[in-house]
Structures are given as structure tokens and as C-alpha cells.
């Protein structure tokens, strides 16, 4: 039906983006995943899980399937499934729900549950020390490296993006502070009180948090308590950095877990919600399925649809983060390996499902509304009859007094160079709850509660990122102080931690002082990233399926792989040597250097020849993880080299799950 409505130039339905998206999901989660599970992974619940076997109460835990699966859920659901799709927007709806749709199904999904079973057969190894033990001790060292460096620009971006959302929001601040010691209570409630009462602590859970909201609300409007929660961007990274330390350290059922679980009460609302007004009042995707910004000459960020838009949209699609987390806290917790496919497999098309929302909500505001609010001011001016004679001369129209009144029904100064993705996916969320008609009540309510429901969205990346890097951390170190090496040693962990916190704070605490605000600089640099840290985890799982059935499942996590080293280097290279300032990373260090030479022009030069400089070195060290893991594939299959399991020997279990 959407194909035949382009076809008369009829505008299409949103709906048919939904049931194609749903539909996908459905047949690939009951066949795909099914044949994974069966074949290519054999999962066996008679074998006992790390949870189980090295159960400890702090970092290793048998866990309920569903908290489990609602801690994952929030721990690989940050900015991406929302910001991503929503500014790749600019290319039309088309090739951003194909590639949410289609990379989710054979590509994301298949990397979070291949690396879950991985680090489920390891101990509950992380994503570096499963690759020193399967490709080697070189590459897997390089890897270790390259996935520990990675991993703290992505918490530091991250990070930037919960700042931004926050900064000079007293609802948000309240509300997500609120969540802490509900969180903390729940953890107590489960283990102490009423342990097995999931269900119950649920809906207390549920019911605070629902407080929390409005708390928020009435401290927003409150002229004594709103200033006690309005706080600036470095006070909000201090903040950060603390939580990030706690959050860290902390047993995992004491913070983390039903922190997470109670966030996914909000998040997965949302987007049942969105959906709900999806169906039933069927917006019409205003933006064409392509734009002329296919071209490379996009006023949001610069590059064509190849490779662009598979960089911008990573979670949702494919994300590296995702591996991480799949070998990081999740697979310590599972009480039974059937749980692996639903939670690794069943959470990414979760995710992929909140990317097309977003991508939705993005693509029915008006193109002209879309662009004033995403485009920078430096590209179409900073007047408002200037930027709206700029963004109507390419073919969507918008005027001023459109904007101006927007801005008041939405409660905002001005919607103007509004940057980031955050505001622009609040503001069609909220139009869809509105209906057909802008409501300036509803519109400024829903505004608000979507920035704060991204923030949300993305802190609970920050508290299981923080701890998986704590693992890796402690595992590099181990190989030249093995007491640092065991988890379960205080002094080590709270070390680690320290260290951890300190790395991707010092990057926050810079990008919130950048004049350009850090995420514009920052965002391509972290779609790059995370893509060539999935390409890692894809090597690793392609080497487990060589050693375990030879030739015949690789193609499982090697097709992906190939897509994504294409991508992965091509928009590595062009961000680095491209000659348009607007694209290259040094060329636009070059164009700056040859202008006015200010404090603000030091630092963006700086922080151009910094991005180069970091994607490079990112780019070699994948390269060498790749060509190592080549070499032992190519050893396996030949038989010039063993083919040894690292997998650890079979524990029959004696746990029975709670439902």
C-alpha cells in the first residue's frame, strides 16, 4: 500500500512503517531466532549459568528472566534509538526504517545474542577477554585496548547527551535524582522483605515512579523548589561522574538492576504509548522517502546516504555498545540459558522498534519545522526570516510566526537551531499525542516529558557502561597485577572504578565546555566508534562459530561483519581526509586555522585534529583485530591450527528459575 500511495504521490501512512516493522520482527524472532538458539548456539538449560555457578551477591546473581530482560533493555537503550533516526531524518524516512528494520534483524540482534551465549559459556567474560582467548593473544590484547578506549568516548558522549538533556530542567533533574532511592528500595524490597515478589515490587515500583513524574512537574512549577534542581552543566557532570562511581561499585541488586528495570516501566510506556497514537490516529509521514540531501550536502551533518546513514543510526540497527553489555552485567545474571534469546535477541528488536517510533515521530512534523529545529544556526542563519528563507529556498516551506507560535505552545524561547535530535523527536511525539490539531497544553506537557524521557533513556546506559568498563579495566590490569584481575577484590574494583569514571569524565567535562556544545563535533566520532566496536565483537563471535561448527554457521556474524568494515572504513577515511571543512575533520581544522584566531577557534581546531587523530588509531586497531582474525579462521578451517573451545566444562544445574 505505501509503495502504491508514492507511486499516485499520495502521502504516505505511518502505519505501514509499523506493521512492516512489527511483521519483520515477528518472523524473525520466531524463525531466526529460533534457528540461532537451536543450531547455530545450542543453548542447554540443563547447563548451570556463571549466575549460578559463581554466585556471589554482588556481581554475579541468579536473576528473574523478566528483571533481566527489563535491566538489558534499559543498559542497551540509550541516546541511539532516539537521537540516530531522528537525525537521519534529513535523508528521507526511506533509508533510515530499512536499515532500522533489516540491520536490527540479521545484524543486531545476532551480534547481542551471540556475544550473550559467548560470555555465557566464559564465565560471564567480557567482550576483551573473550577475544584474547579466541583469536589470541595479540590480537585479543589489541582488542582489550581498542574496546576499553572506545568504550569511554561512547560513556563520555553519552554523558553529554544526559547533560545537555538536563541542564537548566528542574522536572527532568527531580525526577530522574527520584528514581535513585526508588531504585535502592526496590533492591531492598526483593532481597530482604518480599524476596520472588516480582510482580509486587513491580507495581510499588511502578507507582512511585509515576510519582516521581509528578513530583517533577510541581517542583518545575514551584517558584522555591525549582531553583534547589536547576543546575548548569558542569554541576551535572560532577554529578554524573559520581553516580557513574556508584553505580560501579554497588552490588547489582542493590542500584543497578532495579534502577534499570524501573526505568524500562517508563521507557517501554512511552513507547507502547506512541505506538497506541500511531495506530490509532495514523499520522502521515510528512517528510518525503527521499530528500536532495542524499547528495552529501545535508545541513545537519554532512556525507551521503552511503555510508552516512548506517554511521548516524547505529543503536537501533547495530550497535558495538550492545556487545558490551551482553558481556558485561547481563550474562552474570541469568538463571537459565533459554532466557538468552529473548533477552539478547528479543531486547535489540525491542530497541529497533523505539528507533522506528522515533523515526516516525521525526518524519510527520513538517519538513520546514524539522529542519528550522535541527539545522545549525552557522548553516542557515541565526535570524529567524533568515533561517526560514534559507530552509523554504530548499523546497520546505516554514516561516517565522510558524515557528515563533511553536515555540510558545511548546513552552521554549525559541525552537530554532534546537540541535541533537532530542527536541525535534519531542516535539512530533507530542504532536501525534495531540492529534490532528496542535493543543498548546498537551503539546507543552508532551514536549517536556520527552526530553526528560530521553534522559532517562540514556542514564541507564551510563550506570551498566560505567561496570563493564570496570570488568575490562581490571582484566587489562590483571595481566601485570593479577590481584587487580579479580572482581570480587574490593580494593581493586573501587580502583578501577575510579579510574574508569575519571577517563570518560575528563571527555565530558570538555565537551560541556566546548563553545559548539560537543555533541555536533562529537557524534559522527561516536557513530564510528560503536559501529567499529560491533565489527569487534563480530570478529570475536565469527571466531567461536569457525571453532565450533567449522564453515557452517559463520556466515551468521560474518555477513554482517563484511557490511559493516565497508561502512565502518568509509566513513572513517572520508571524516578524516575528506577536502569539504563541512565533512573531514582536518579540513575543517585547516579552514579554522586560516581564519580569525580566537580562544573558541583554539579549541574546536583542537578538538578537529583530536577527532582525526582518535578515529585513525581506532581505524588501525580494528584493521588488526580484523587481519588476526582472518588468520585464525583461515588456520581452523585448513587444519593447521586447533580448533580449542574456551568454553567452560558442563555444570548440571540444579536452580529452578522463578517465573
Known amino acids: 500500500m505505501s509503495v502504491i500511495a508514492r507511486g499516485r504521490g499520495e502521502p504516505v501512512n505511518s502505519i505501514w512503517l509499523v506493521v512492516f516493522a512489527v511483521c519483520t520482527y515477528l518472523v524473525g524472532y520466531r524463525f531466526y531466532g529460533a534457528f540461532l538458539a537451536a543450531k547455530a548456539l545450542t543453548l542447554d538449560d540443563t547447563r548451570a549459568t556463571p549466575a549460578e555457578r559463581l554466585r556471589d551477591g554482588h556481581d554475579f546473581e541468579p536473576t528473574s528472566k523478566w528483571i533481566v530482560f527489563g535491566h538489558h533493555f534499559a543498559a542497551i537503550a540509550g541516546p541511539g534509538p532516539l537521537v540516530g533516526p531522528t537525525l537521519a531524518a534529513q535523508f528521507g524516512y526511506l533509508p533510515g526504517a530499512l536499515w532500522i528494520v533489516i540491520g536490527a534483524v540479521l545484524g543486531g540482534a545476532v551480534q547481542d545474542f551471540v556475544m550473550l551465549f559467548c560470555s555465557l559459556r566464559r564465565d560471564g567474560k567480557s567482550l576483551g577477554q573473550m577475544a584474547r582467548e579466541e583469536i589470541g593473544k595479540v590480537g585479543g590484547f589489541i582488542a582489550l585496548i581498542t574496546v576499553l578506549l572506545i568504550m569511554i568516548i561512547l560513556l563520555a558522549v553519552i554523558g553529554l547527551v544526559v547533560v545537555n538533556a538536563l541542564r537548566d530542567s528542574p522536572w527532568g533533574a527531580f525526577t530522574i535524582a527520584a528514581t535513585m532511592p526508588v531504585a535502592v528500595f526496590m533492591g531492598l524490597y526483593l532481597r530482604y522483605w518480599r524476596p520472588g515478589k516480582v510482580l509486587e515490587c513491580s507495581a510499588v515500583g511502578f507507582v512511585m515512579v509515576l510519582g516521581a513524574l509528578y513530583g517533577g512537574k510541581l517542583v518545575a512549577?514551584?517558584?522555591?523548589?525549582?531553583?534547589?534542581?536547576?543546575?548548569?552543566?558542569?554541576?551535572?557532570?560532577?554529578?554524573?561522574?559520581?553516580?557513574g562511581f556508584l553505580a560501579s561499585t554497588l552490588p547489582v541488586w542493590m542500584l543497578l538492576c532495579p534502577r534499570d528495570y524501573l526505568?524500562?516501566?517508563?521507557?517501554?510506556?512511552?513507547?507502547?504509548?506512541?505506538?497506541?497514537?500511531?495506530?490509532?490516529?495514523?499520522?502521515?509521514?510528512?517528510?518525503?522517502?527521499?530528500t536532495r540531501f542524499v547528495d552529501g550536502t545535508g545541513p545537519i551533518f554532512a556525507g551521503k546516504v552511503f555510508p552516512f546513514c548506517f554511521i548516524t543510526i547505529a543503536c537501533g540497527a547495530v550497535s558495538g555498545f550492545h556487545a558490551l553489555i551482553s558481556s558485561g552485567t547481563t550474562p552474570k545474571l541469568l538463571s537459565k540459558e533459554r532466557d538468552a534469546r529473548g533477552v539478547g535477541y528479543g531486547s535489540m528488536l525491542l530497541e529497533s522498534f523505539v528507533a522506528i517510533m522515533a523515526l516516525i515521530a521525526a518524519a510527520?512534523?513538517?519538513?520546514?519545522?524539522?529542519?528550522?529545529?535541527?539545522?545549525?544556526?552557522?548553516?542557515v542563519g541565526a535570524a529567524p526570516a533568515a533561517a526560514t528563507a534559507t530552509i523554504t529556498g530548499w523546497g520546505f516551506p516554514v516561516t517565522p510566526e510558524q515557528m515563533n507560535s511553536l515555540a510558545?505552545?511548546?513552552?521554549?524561547?525559541?525552537?530554532?537551531?534546537?540541535?541533537?535530535?532530542?527536541?525535534?523527536?519531542?516535539?512530533?511525539?507530542?504532536?501525534?499525542?495531540?492529534?490532528?490539531?496542535?493543543?498548546?497544553?498537551?503539546?507543552?506537557?508532551?514536549?517536556?516529558?520527552?526530553?526528560?524521557?530521553?534522559?532517562?533513556?540514556?542514564?541507564?546506559?551510563?550506570?551498566?557502561?560505567t561496570r563493564v568498563g570496570r570488568f575490562m579495566l581490571q582484566d587489562l590490569l590483571g595481566h601485570f597485577w593479577p590481584k587487580v584481575g579479580e572482581t570480587g577484590w574490593k580494593p581493586g574494583m573501587i580502583g578501577t572504578s575510579v579510574l574508569v569514571v575519571a577517563a570518560w569524565g575528563y571527555f565530558l567535562v570538555q565537551g560541556v565546555r566546548d563553545p559548539l556544545g560537543g555533541i555536533n563535533s562529537?557524534?559522527?566520532?561516536?557513530?564510528?566508534?560503536?559501529?567499529?566496536?560491533?565489527?569487534?565483537?563480530?570478529?570475536?563471535g565469527t571466531t567461536v562459530?569457525?571453532?565450533?561448527?567449522?564453515?557452517?554457521?559463520m556466515w551468521v556474524t560474518a555477513g554482517p561483519l563484511v557490511w559493516l568494515v565497508v561502512v565502518c572504513f568509509t566513513a572513517g577515511w572520508q571524516k578524516i581526509f575528506a577536502d569539504a571543512p563541512a565533512l573531514g575533520f582536518l579540513a575543517h581544522a585547516n579552514f579554522l586555522a586560516n581564519g580569525t584566531h580566537t580562544a573558541s577557534t583554539a579549541a574546536l581546531i583542537f578538538n578537529d585534529r583530536l577527532d582525526a587523530a582518535v578515529t585513525g588509531?581506532?581505524?588501525?586497531?580494528?584493521?588488526?583485530?580484523?587481519?588476526?582474525?582472518?588468520r585464525v579462521w583461515v588456520g581452523v578451517l585448513s587444519g593447521a591450527r586447533e580448533s580449542r573451545s574456551t568454553e567452560t566444562p558442563f555444570v548440571a544445574s540444579v536452580l529452578v528459575e522463578e517465573v
Open 263 to 290: 526505568s524500562t516501566f517508563v521507557k517501554l510506556g512511552v513507547v507502547l504509548l506512541l505506538g497506541l497514537g500511531v495506530v490509532l490516529l495514523h499520522p502521515t509521514l510528512k517528510m518525503p522517502a527521499y
Open 522 to 540: 562529537l557524534w559522527s566520532l561516536f557513530g564510528i566508534s560503536n559501529q567499529l566496536l560491533a565489527t569487534v565483537a563480530l570478529c570475536v
Open 617 to 630: 588509531v581506532f581505524l588501525v586497531l580494528v584493521a588488526a583485530i580484523l587481519v588476526d582474525s582472518m
Open 545 to 553: 562459530l569457525v571453532k565450533r561448527h567449522g564453515a557452517k554457521f
Open 408 to 465: 510558545r505552545d511548546a513552552g521554549e524561547k525559541t525552537l530554532f537551531a534546537r540541535t541533537g535530535g532530542a527536541p525535534s523527536f519531542a516535539l512530533g511525539m507530542a504532536k501525534i499525542f495531540a492529534g490532528s490539531k496542535w493543543s498548546s497544553a498537551l503539546l507543552s506537557f508532551g514536549y517536556h516529558f520527552a526530553i526528560m524521557f530521553e534522559a532517562l533513556f540514556i542514564l541507564t546506559v551510563m550506570d551498566a557502561g
Open 364 to 379: 510527520s512534523l513538517d519538513p520546514g519545522v524539522y529542519f528550522a529545529v535541527n539545522s545549525p544556526a552557522g548553516v
Open 221 to 243: 512549577d514551584s517558584p522555591v523548589l525549582a531553583p534547589l534542581f536547576t543546575y548548569s552543566g558542569l554541576v551535572l557532570t560532577g554529578a554524573l561522574i559520581v553516580y
